[in-house]
C-alpha cells in the first residue's frame, strides 16, 4: 500500500476534520502517502486534488465542519459519472480511497466497489442514521448544541411563563430529537419512527395538565422528519391560550467545534480505516457496536438494521410530570 485518497461527503459533521487528521497522520506514519479529494465525490470526479502531509492537518481537530469540503454530487448517480470517478481513481494509482459520510456516500462507495475502487467508510453524519454502527461522527456535538438551545429556551420560557416548540434535526430518523428531548428536559417529542401515533391533542392536554400542578413554562421537542412545528405552536397558542415560540434549530446544529466524544471516536475510527487498508481489507466500513470498534464488510453493512431505542421515549414520559 503505497498511496490513498481521503474525501468527506453528503452533509457536513463537526469532527470529520478530527477523522482526516487521524487517516492522514496515520498512513503517514506507515510511510503511507494521502492525497486529500475536495467537495465530496465531486473532487474525484473533477481531479480536485492536493497531497496532505501531517502539517496539513494541525490544528484542524478542533474545526467544525471539513477542510476538505464536502458536495452532493448527482453525477455519482449516473454510470457515466460512477465510472470517470473509478477511471481517475485508477490514474491517480490510488490502493484505496477512505470516505468519511453518511448512507448515500457509502451507497457511492458500494458503486465504486464495484468498478474495482477498494473503498473504506468511516460514518459520519449527525442524524445518526446509519444502521451499520451505534455511533456516527457529528451526533454528540450535535445533540450538544441542541442541549444548549433548549437550556437557553427554557430560561426565556420560564420568564414569561410561554411554551417552547423546538424542532431539532435528525432528516427521517429520531435519534436527534429524543437525546435532545431528555437531556434538555422536553416534557414531549415528536420522532419519525412513531410519527403516526403523534396526537397533538394529547400534547396540548399534557401543557395544559402540567400548568395545572404549577410549571410555568413547557418544552416540546419536534424532529425535522416531523415536521409541522409552526402549525404546532399556533395550535397549541389557540386552544391553550398559553404564548407560544416555535424555534427551527436548522442548520445551527450542524456547526461548532466537536465535543470530546465526537473527537475520540473519529480518531479512533480515522486509525481503524487506514489499519484495516494496510492488513490489505478490501470495500470495508468502520462501526462502533457495543462498545468496540469493528471493521465490517461493506455490502453486508448496507444491509443492517437498526431500530431507535424506545425506551428513551419512555424514560422522557415518565420523566415529565
Ligand atoms: P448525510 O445523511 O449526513 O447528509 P449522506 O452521505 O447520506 O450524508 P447523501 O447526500 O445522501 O449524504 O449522499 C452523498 C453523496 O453520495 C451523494 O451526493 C451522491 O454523490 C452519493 N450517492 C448517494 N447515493 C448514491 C447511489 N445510490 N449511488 C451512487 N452514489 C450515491
Known sequence: IKKIGVLTSGGDAPGMNAAIRAVVRTAQYHDVEVIGIRKGYNGLINGEIKEMRSKDVSNVMNLGGTILHTARC?????????????????????????????????RGMAELAKRGVNCIGIPATIDLDMNCTEYTIGFDTAVNTGMDALNKLRDTSSSHERCSVVEVMGRDAGYIAIWCGMVGGAEDV????????????KVIQQILENR??????????????????????????????????????????????????????????????????????????????????????????????????????????????
Do not use: C
Open 212 to 321: 395545572s400542578i404549577g410549571k410555568r413554562h413547557n418544552l416540546i421537542v419536534v424532529a425535522e422528519g416531523v415536521g409541522g412545528t409552526q402549525k404546532l405552536a399556533k395550535d397549541i397558542q389557540e386552544i391553550t391560550g398559553i404564548q407560544t415560540r416555535a424555534t427551527i434549530l436548522g442548520h445551527l446544529q450542524r456547526g461548532g467545534s466537536p465535543t470530546a466524544t465526537d473527537r475520540m471516536h473519529a480518531s479512533m475510527m480515522g486509525y481503524h480505516a487506514v489499519k484495516a487498508i494496510l492488513e490489505g481489507q478490501q470495500n470495508r466500513v468502520v462501526s462502533y457496536n457495543k462498545g468496540r470498534y469493528e471493521v465490517l464488510d461493506l455490502t453486508e453493512a448496507l444491509n443492517m438494521e437498526k431500530h431507535l431505542d424506545r425506551e428513551i421515549y419512555d424514560v422522557i414520559k415518565v420523566l415529565a410530570i
Open 74 to 106: 448527482p453525477e455519482m448517480m449516473t454510470e457515466e459519472g460512477v465510472s470517470k470517478a473509478a477511471a481517475i481513481y485508477k490514474i491517480l494509482g490510488l490502493d484505496a480511497l477512505v470516505v468519511i459520510g453518511g448512507d448515500g456516500s457509502y
Open 190 to 201: 415528536m420522532f419519525p419512527e412513531e410519527k403516526d401515533k403523534i396526537d397533538s391533542a
